[in-house]
């Protein structure tokens, strides 16, 4: 029996929680993030010491952390809320997540890719752990592995509405050479009839 995926809502004719691609994407996301997780850490603190300035033992000041890296850090804890939200639908032992941060990262990683399948196969939560790990996923990958292509011209937020009536919202970019804007988080495409409507749709958007 066809069903829609809970997270892209297209139609899967396997019958899951969520469709092959969005499946192989998460699984992906998911094992790449204790390397995002680590690349922010280098990152954590703001240059090497210049060795001008002083603390009060006459040794060099201490740099400050990056705020932004730490908060983006703190984000990757979702993962082990995700984990027991699993073992609490399916009735299990709260699950083990000892250690430090990156330990208990790889714990909870290691635990969701275990319950892949029967998340797949039925979890309702399935789209929405799709989404925020996605989220997660891009956030880090944005500042640890920046694309290094150009990205065109910004044109405003996407404005296609998915089943339940939720506008996508992601930025949209017109490549270089391109005539056609395509959204990459929902694949809608916005050619150039259609800018003057996404441009009054934008607008609506903003001042709702």
């Not at 996508?168 to 003057?196: F, I, K, N």
Request: include cysteine.
């Amino acid at each position: 029996m066809d069903t829609t995926c809970t997270h892209c809502h297209t139609p899967d004719p396997t019958g899951s929680t969520l469709c092959v691609p969005c499946t192989t994407r998460l699984t992906g996301q998911l094992t790449a993030l204790p390397r995002l997780y680590n690349g922010l850490g280098i990152l954590l603190t703001p240059g090497a010491s210049s060795g001008q300035g002083r603390s009060g033992k006459g040794g060099p000041a201490p740099l400050p952390l990056n705020g932004d890296m730490f908060d983006l850090r703190a984000e990757f804890e979702t993962v082990c809320g995700w984990l027991s939200a699993v073992h609490d639908a399916r009735r299990l032992r709260t699950p083990r997540l000892a250690g430090d941060a990156l330990t208990r990262l790889h714990t909870a990683v290691a635990g969701l890719l275990a319950h892949m399948p029967w998340i797949v196969a039925t979890w309702p939560g399935a789209g929405d752990l799709a989404h925020e790990i996605g989220e997660l996923h891009r956030n880090a990958s944005s500042v640890v592995d920046p694309d290094p292509r150009p990205r065109g011209r910004r044109i405003g937020h996407c404005q296609s509405i998915d089943t339940s009536g939720t506008i996508c919202g992601a930025v949209l970019h017109l490549a270089p050479g391109e005539q056609v804007a395509r959204c990459d988080w929902c694949s809608m495409a916005w050619p150039p009839a259609t800018w003057t409507q996404l441009k009054a749709w934008q607008t609506e958007d903003a001042a709702a």
